[in-house]
């Protein structure tokens, strides 16, 4: 009981402690459900439940805490022409701007690290107990939530002046644009038109 008033406490002291809430509440909900769903659900309905829980936490700390807890945003452009495809917006670009809590900080970047390890746990029990169809449920969580870190982490590591550049070691795979598509319906009618 003394561990959840502390946490309570600490969580008052932040500078946004409905926003907290609601990012905790978040990383948190989809992985309860996966324990404790599959007591009142039959698996499909489990699995959609969480997999929904998973993208409301994406767009959720993506979009909306991210930006108002550690005032960072990223998002992923694939329609650009060079090997930089990831965007950013940093509290680095407007200084001084507002201070960054360090309890919202502290938090944030815990719930962004653990959420993915406790999936990859989840992952290598999967594994251990041969449960396939679990394990794509699993899967979905370990990408959406390490994608999500992943995100953060690049977005944190990125100067907006330039002088340091932030290397990607994993980037989405491109596709095709519809310029691309445009250039083979000419090929195409070039050869119809031969026949």
């Known amino acids: 009981m003394e561990h959840a008033r502390t946490f309570y406490e600490t969580i008052l002291k932040s500078s946004h402690p409905l926003m907290l809430s609601f990012h905790l509440g978040a990383k948190a909900a989809p992985v309860i459900f996966y324990m404790v769903g599959s007591l009142f659900l039959n698996f499909t309905a489990q699995f959609i439940v969480v997999v929904l829980l998973l993208t409301g936490d994406f767009y959720f700390t993506k979009n909306i805490s991210g930006r108002k807890l550690v005032q960072l945003r990223w998002w992923y452009d694939p329609t650009t022409e060079n090997a930089q495809t990831f965007r950013f917006e940093s509290y680095k670009q407007y200084p001084p701007g507002p ?3 360090p309890i919202d900080a502290k938090l ?3 719930s962004m690290y653990l959420t ?3 999936w990859t746990v ?3 029990l999967c594994v251990l107990r041969l449960k396939i169809f679990y394990f794509l449920l699993v899967a979905v969580g ?3 939530t390490g994608w999500n870190a992943y995100g953060f982490r690049t977005c944190d590591k990125w100067d907006p002046n330039g002088t340091s550049t932030v290397e990607s070691w994993f980037q989405m795979p491109a596709i095709p644009g519809l310029q691309n598509l445009s250039r083979v ?3 195409q009618s ?3 038109g031969r026949s």
């Open 116 to 118: 993915p390890a406790i």
């Open 122 to 124: 989840f992952a290598l």
């Open 142 to 144: 370990m990408a959406l």
């Open 185 to 187: 319906t000419a090929v």
């Open 190 to 192: 070039f050869f119809q």
């Open 108 to 110: 944030f970047w815990w």
């Open 99 to 101: 201070p960054i809590n």
